[in-house]
């Protein structure tokens, strides 16, 4: 047993010895030529393990088509997706991975709360982050010279969410959120907007514990306000549970869930009958797009299998990248970051792109999906 | 059973290997490896996580004070960590101040925290204490996911580097908690075999032999719970310099499991022990990192392994007492 | 308010199922048995793979498949809960405490992951829903289901009261508790007694997984955590290692929060259960009904 700790040891000493020439004595060679790096930080472990792998599908479709048409200035670019686990201190190591490999461009991140501590890391080896999932505000708040977020943000969602409120008539509103960062920013912002004089007036704002299966108690204190409009900020485990059980406690008025919960899964929780009419605010997908089926059957036919959540921002993010990189002439992460801040009318799936000077996207492209026999579709697009 | 067959048919100094690993210099020789290991690679990520590893170090030698060398499970220590990371995170961005000038703060909030919760459970007993710290864990972190002035479930973000400077470089950083660390594990050490140490073996030992022959036992046991809560606030304000941004999720029971993890994998009571099996627990999974799925049920498997066939872990404590004790236990 | 007291005895029920495995193998030797709460996940997964493997037999009659399919669970977590005690428990006894917790912490990891390197990371959703019509009694709208479940659960725990207080095997059971050592001497086969008490402690775990599965319909690996802490807690309010208070205990946590969130909502409802139980055990370690014991030295 002793010999077992001491040969622990001893590996990782040889470890890092064998590592040799990137020590402090060692020599720093930059790669100028060659393939050009792109990184992704997307947990493929933990409980977030399902979301990682669209991600990096999305990613490598968008790196397949660019190498296809003869890659970036003559040089083609690689995928290297790092699993960040959805925890701040693996992140945090799979992003100082990645800036040791040199990448040229981040296009990872999906919990925010993990992201947050990886921009430092980036942001020091001037690595330019366009986001494709993680969108709280905190991202865009330090005013980072290289981040960029590609996904709509609380805000522009909460915006969404208020419009469709006043249009479908609704009076009084409770909202729900799961005390993630990510699903509270909506909530506190929708209820900010509603607390504003003129259209629906709010009951209250409330939080559930994620990962129970009873909310009865919840519920009950929601429904004591008499709500004819509720609104759930969080993901589809606790939105179908939501759903279910507020039809079960007798509540008839209108249910609208957030992005997060924009998944098959939330209706196989919910039961069809209890999630027929569930609205949901959600970013533009390949599903609700006419004329994105082409994009769908090439990734099924590349991957096997259907895209999923974030699939569509995380090639969009790749080809954002890459068109930065050619304006720049190269991988210089300021001349990238330039270059970014300059794109006006890049056609990606949530329409033409322009970031505005926090670095989000100007147009947040949030359209109201509806459940109509058992599955999400278009109903309005706000426009 | 094998163990203590390997105990009889090593006994201490039997082997050059044996000789070394009882060596004074040991805890030496370990810091001149962390000392030239930058040498050998010094790419961000290696940085990144040989300074985790390093804070990880300080957690679990913190966890052996209150587990190791005074007996009590504490499920829960991942609120002190938080506490001391949030205080330091706090101070330092609402008055700008560089992390190291927040210590005197982390020391009192950790002390507190300390008393707070140590203070009316460490009377109960030592099962209870278990579930009532994994308690205190969930609501520490449950309360810093609501308020508002510890940033909710997005926490604090933009905290200043040891010095002040943002971040600064990770090879200087590497060093200066390195160098921390090192004096922590040092004192903790020292701490083990003052008169109070020795009060808290004879308290793990034999509680209600202890308080019979006048050592007082709650304030003893008060003691080891402050120390702990102290050694892993400052472990929280090295974990806030690296990260710069902190939030809930890092402090979970999961956390407070792996630190316990390295401390019963290294030899509970044992410092090179705890020291050795932290590094290994917090390198190990970035080394299999396709194998990051399986970690906690090996890591549950190993527990009640080691329980059962090593009790004394990897590296276990020696002294005359103990090992007369441990082998009194073995013939249990 | 009505409203409120339903909500909580219903979720009480759930509390008090596991509590009861909690509190007996804790009366029968003094052991926290923190796996026990992922016994309670496990039966949500057996039963979970027991009704896909049913397939369409199920959609025929879905409340009878489920009480076949929970007593054939009940059977599948007692054997889990035995195999547990005797692995990781049995060779341990006798040994200082702190081993012995140390082991369940892992007992409980193994079983978590364990169950997530088979089943996976995702929620899985029941593929039978208990649906029922409502009624309103006294204000309260109960449904069918919540009828049908609370009187499976009194029942369970109705036959636990009476195999305890009335059977040679509880006869033996209470003997242990009181001194294991005598009880041997005595002609009791101790081994046995703990062991059939795992089976049972664990076999109403798992039953509670399972109606759980078949109510919410949402099951994951991690089910068990929270629900073990609350149960933890139910058994210290009521008098950890006494079965009728146990039951009030969950009962009484089921009110507390569902009153809790109440009065201090939804985001601090864990905070209020804990912060019951710190208060419980500082104040009054014995519970509601619990004796003062004594700690043997």
């Given amino acids: 047993m002793k010999k077992l700790a001491l040969g622990v040891v001893l590996g990782a000493a040889s470890l890092t010895v064998s590592a040799c020439g990137q020590g402090l004595l060692g020599s720093d060679d930059a790669a100028d030529s060659g393939p050009i790096v792109i990184g992704m930080v997307v947990p493929l472990s933990g409980a977030s393990a399902d979301i990682g792998p669209y991600m990096k599908n999305g990613a490598q479709m968008a790196v397949d088509e660019i190498n296809a048409r003869g890659g970036v200035h003559g040089r083609t670019l690689r995928l290297r997706a790092e699993?960040?686990?959805?925890?701040?201190?693996?992140?945090?190591?799979?992003?100082?991975?990645?800036?040791?490999?040199?990448?040229?461009?981040?296009?990872?991140?999906?919990?925010?709360?993990?992201?947050?501590?990886?921009?430092?890391?980036?942001?020091?080896?001037?690595?330019?982050?366009?986001?494709?999932?993680?969108?709280?505000?905190?991202?865009?708040?330090?005013?980072?010279?290289?981040?960029?977020?590609?996904?709509?943000?609380?805000?522009?969602?909460?915006?969404?969410?208020?419009?469709?409120?006043?249009?479908?008539?609704?009076?009084?509103?409770?909202?729900?959120h799961d005390n993630t960062s990510y699903s509270k920013d909506i909530a506190t912002r929708t209820a900010a907007a509603l607390d504003e004089p003129g259209g629906p007036e709010k009951t209250g704002l409330d939080a559930v514990n994620p990962g129970e299966s009873d909310y009865s108690a919840n519920i009950a204190n929601v429904l004591k306000a008499n709500p004819d409009f509720i609104y759930w900020t969080g993901y589809y485990q606790e939105g179908g549970l939501l759903v279910r059980q507020f039809r079960q406690a007798g509540y008839e008025g209108d249910f609208m869930v957030g992005d997060g919960s924009v998944d098959a899964k939330l209706v196989k929780i919910a039961g069809e009958r209890a999630a027929e009419g569930v609205y949901a605010t959600m970013t533009q997908t390949p599903g609700t797009i006419e004329g994105a089926g082409g994009w769908i059957a090439a990734y099924k036919r590349k991957?096997?299998?259907?895209?999923?959540?974030?699939?569509?921002?995380?090639?969009?993010?790749?080809?954002?990248?890459?068109?930065?990189?050619?304006?720049?002439?190269?991988?210089?992460?300021?001349?990238?970051?330039?270059?970014?801040?300059?794109?006006?009318?890049?056609?990606?799936?949530?329409?033409?792109?322009?970031?505005?000077?926090?670095?989000?996207?100007?147009?947040?492209?949030?359209?109201?999906?509806?459940?109509?026999?058992?599955?999400?579709?278009?109903?309005?697009?706000?426009? | 059973m094998t163990a203590v067959r390997d105990r009889v048919a090593r006994r201490p100094g039997t082997s050059a290997v044996s000789r070394l690993l009882e060596s004074r210099h040991l805890g030496w020789a370990g810091l001149a490896m962390g000392l030239a290991a930058p040498f050998a690679i010094a790419t961000p990520y290696a940085m990144n996580i040989m300074t985790s590893a390093v804070i990880f170090v300080m957690l679990a030698v913190g966890l052996n004070i209150v587990v190791g060398y005074c007996g009590l499970l504490d499920l829960g220590f991942a609120a002190f960590f938080a506490v001391g990371a949030y205080t330091s995170g706090l101070v330092a961005t609402r008055l700008g101040w560089p992390l190291l000038a927040t210590i005197p703060f982390v020391v009192v909030a950790t002390v507190t925290a300390g008393i707070v919760i140590g203070g009316p459970t460490l009377r109960l007993r030592s099962d209870y204490l278990a579930i009532v710290t994994l308690g205190f864990g969930e609501i520490v972190r449950i309360i810093a996911n609501n308020l508002d002035v510890t940033g909710g479930p997005s926490g604090i973000y933009g905290i200043p580097g040891l010095f002040g400077d943002h971040a600064g470089d990770p090879v200087v950083f590497y060093y200066a908690v390195l160098l921390i660390v090192a004096a922590a594990v040092l004192l903790a050490g020292r701490l083990g075999r003052s008169r109070l140490g020795r009060a808290w073996r004879f308290v793990r030992e034999d509680e209600d032999a202890a308080e019979a022959m006048g050592v007082h036992t709650y304030r003893v046991k008060l003691a080891a719970y402050i120390a702990g809560a102290v050694w892993g606030g400052l472990a929280g304000v090295l974990f806030a310099a690296q990260l710069s941004a902190i939030s809930p999720a890092s402090f979970t029971f999961l956390q407070s499991a792996l630190v316990l993890m390295a401390v019963v994998l290294g030899g509970m009571g044992s410092t090179p022990g705890v020291v050795i099996g932290a590094v290994v627990i917090s390198l190990l999974p970035e080394i299999l990192r396709d194998l990051a799925d399986y970690r906690f049920f090996v890591f549950g498997v190993l527990l009640i392994a080691m329980m059962i066939s090593r009790p004394q872990g990897l590296w276990p404590h020696r002294s005359r007492e103990t090992a007369r004790t441990a082998a009194r236990s073995e013939e249990a | 308010m009505s409203?409120?007291?339903?909500?909580?005895?219903?979720?009480?029920?759930?509390?008090?199922?596991?509590?009861?495995?909690?509190?007996?193998?804790?009366?029968?030797?003094?052991?926290l048995n923190f796996a026990h709460g992922d016994l309670y996940m496990l039966g949500a997964f057996t039963g979970f793979a027991m009704l896909g493997a049913m397939g369409g037999l199920v959609h025929s009659s879905s409340l009878l498949a489920l009480l076949a399919v929970l007593v054939l669970t009940m059977i599948t977590t007692g054997t889990a809960g035995l195999a547990i005690e005797r692995v990781a428990y049995r060779p341990l006894r006798g040994t200082p405490r702190l081993s012995?917790?140390?082991?369940?912490?892992?007992?409980?990891?193994?079983?978590?992951?364990?169950?997530?390197?088979?089943?996976?990371?995702?929620?899985?959703?029941?593929?039978?829903?208990?649906?029922?019509?409502?009624?309103?009694?006294?204000?309260?709208?109960?449904?069918?289901?919540?009828?049908?479940?609370?009187?499976?659960?009194?029942?369970?725990?109705?036959?636990?009261?009476?195999?305890?207080?009335?059977?040679?095997?509880?006869?033996?059971?209470?003997?242990?508790?009181?001194?294991?050592?005598?009880?041997?001497?005595?002609?009791?086969?101790?081994?046995?007694?703990?062991?059939?008490?795992?089976?049972?402690?664990?076999a109403m775990a798992g039953a509670a997984g399972v109606m759980a599965g078949g109510y919410y319909g949402k099951i994951d690996f991690l089910m068990g955590f929270i629900i073990g802490l609350k149960a933890f807690t139910a058994a210290v309010i009521g008098g950890i290692g006494n079965v009728p208070g146990t039951m009030l205990g969950a009962l009484v946590l089921g009110m507390l929060e569902s009153f809790g969130t109440h009065w201090v909502g939804g985001e601090w409802r864990d905070v209020f259960a804990f912060g019951f139980l710190i208060l419980f055990l500082t104040v009054r370690p014995t519970g509601l009904l619990g004796e003062r014991v004594t700690e043997r030295v």
């Avoid at chain 1, 693996?90 to 999906?110: E, F, Q």
């Avoid at chain 1, 509806?370 to 309005?380: M, T, Y």
């Avoid at chain 3, 409203?3 to 052991?31: D, E």
């Avoid at chain 3, 195999?163 to 095997?169: C, F, K, M």
């Fill in chain 1, 83 to 176: 699993d960040g686990a959805c925890d701040p201190k693996t992140a945090v190591a799979a992003a100082s991975k990645l800036v040791a490999a040199k990448i040229a461009v981040s296009v990872g991140g999906y919990c925010s709360g993990a992201t947050l501590p990886t921009l430092p890391v980036f942001d020091r080896a001037k690595i330019p982050m366009i986001i494709p999932a993680a969108n709280s505000t905190e991202l865009v708040e330090q005013r980072l010279k290289h981040v960029f977020l590609l996904n709509g943000t609380g805000d522009q969602q909460a915006l969404a969410a208020m419009s469709w409120m006043s249009k479908s008539g609704a009076k009084k509103v409770a909202v729900l």
């Fill in chain 1, 303 to 383: 991957f096997g299998s259907d895209p999923g959540p974030y699939s569509t921002q995380s090639y969009d993010a790749v080809r954002v990248a890459a068109e930065a990189v050619t304006k720049a002439g190269g991988t210089d992460g300021d001349k990238v970051a330039k270059q970014l801040e300059a794109i006006d009318g890049f056609p990606i799936f949530s329409g033409p792109l322009r970031f505005t000077p926090r670095h989000t996207l100007s147009n947040g492209g949030f359209v109201i999906l509806v459940v109509k026999d058992g599955a999400f579709e278009l109903h309005d697009a706000l426009k």
């Fill in chain 3, 3 to 31: 409203q409120l007291i339903w909500n909580g005895l219903f979720v009480g029920s759930f509390y008090a199922l596991v509590a009861l495995g909690y509190t007996m193998v804790y009366g029968i030797i003094k052991l």
């Fill in chain 3, 100 to 202: 012995l917790l140390i082991t369940a912490v892992g007992a409980s990891f193994a079983l978590e992951y364990g169950t997530r390197i088979v089943a996976g990371p995702n929620p899985r959703v029941y593929p039978v829903r208990l649906d029922g019509v409502s009624v309103t009694v006294l204000g309260a709208r109960v449904t069918m289901q919540q009828l049908v479940l609370m009187g499976i659960s009194l029942a369970l725990m109705a036959g636990l009261a009476l195999l305890i207080g009335r059977t040679r095997q509880g006869r033996a059971m209470r003997a242990i508790a009181l001194d294991p050592k005598a009880s041997l001497l005595m002609g009791v086969n101790v081994d046995a007694v703990i062991a059939r008490t795992f089976f049972i402690g664990s």
